[in-house]
């Protein structure tokens, strides 16, 4: 029987250290992490995802600055409003909310974004520090997982892990972190030939595919990690997960729900980004 992985109680500790670090750096130097929260549009998805971004600010004691801007916004004032943003010294995290409308170029935004305030870690210059160990910020999912597994108090050096799933996002910097710490790691994807068997061979496997049941007890080996980044809606229109819970989880040692696994854990990771960002402002 699998344990349950609770991205909710690693996250509420989480939180409480970000809140305790914020207070410090308030009155140490008068430093109020802030961060800036953009969504062109009215996607709803997108409209849940930064209202709570906004009441984690409120809870760990964080300024937040939010720009809720039409479908219409051109692509030239969204620039703008990142160009003063990057020099508002109260603003030390930007986060503009992916996807964004068909005339509004994702890739020229993320690199519009001063690498200093870029808490997602979006900007090819953030990317390529992680690609190399040396980084100020990690992506928010990818980061969020690490601690879930390391929550588990198992070791991931020298495990061999394999990761569902070659976004931006998620797949790509989820290997590189686990290959950091050691792990023999394999990105599978959408032409990976066995992928089955692939993925039944994982000590450690994180499915990054977005698709419900994609991942099922004869693609999980006995006494495995299983971390389910996957956010589908079934066919009633519930939260689900990649992963055919039932079927997975008797074979597991620890696996994470959907909701309430890695879910949790993005929004943390990002107060977290916010926090380190502001303290880099701090005098020395
Ligand atoms: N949309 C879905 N996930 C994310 C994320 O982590 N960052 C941003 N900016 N947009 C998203």
């Given at each position: 029987m699998g344990k349950l992985i609770s991205g909710k109680a690693v996250s509420t500790s989480l939180r409480a250290e970000i809140r305790e670090k914020a207070l410090a750096l308030r009155e140490d130097c008068g430093i109020q992490p802030g961060l800036a929260v953009i969504l062109v549009g009215n996607d709803p998805a997108s409209q849940i995802y930064v209202r709570n971004k906004q009441k984690a600010c409120e809870e760990l004691g964080f300024h937040a600055f939010e720009y809720k801007l039409s479908e219409n916004y051109?692509?030239?004032?969204?620039?703008?409003?990142?160009?003063?943003?990057n020099?508002?010294?109260k603003v030390h995290g930007i986060l503009v909310q992916l996807?964004?409308?068909?005339?509004i170029d994702e890739q020229t935004v993320i690199h519009t974004i001063s690498p200093e305030k870029d808490v997602d870690a979006f900007h090819p210059i953030n990317v390529g520090k992680i690609m190399i160990g040396d980084y100020d910020f990690l992506p928010c999912t990818p980061a969020g997982v690490m601690e879930l597994i390391d929550s588990t108090g198992v070791s991931i050096d020298g495990k061999y892990c394999v990761v569902v799933g070659r976004s931006n996002i998620v797949g790509k910097p989820m290997a590189m972190l686990l290959l950091h710490r050691n792990a023999t790691v394999t990105i599978c994807h959408s032409h990976t030939k066995n992928l089955a068997e692939i993925c039944a061979s994982a000590d450690i496997l994180v499915s990054a595919v977005g698709k419900a049941d994609f991942i099922t007890a004869n693609m999980v080996k006995e006494g495995a990690i299983v971390i389910d980044v996957g956010m589908n809606h079934d066919e009633n229109g519930?939260?689900?997960?990649?992963?055919?819970?039932?079927d997975v989880e008797p074979k597991t040692s620890f696996i994470t729900p959907v909701p309430g696994g890695v879910g949790p854990m993005t929004i943390t990771m990002l107060m977290k980004n916010t926090l380190h960002a502001a303290e880099l402002k701090r005098p020395k």
């Open positions: 051109t692509q030239e004032q969204l620039l703008d409003l990142i160009g003063v943003l020099k508002d010294n996807p964004l409308p068909d005339h519930k939260l689900c997960g990649d992963v055919d819970f039932a």
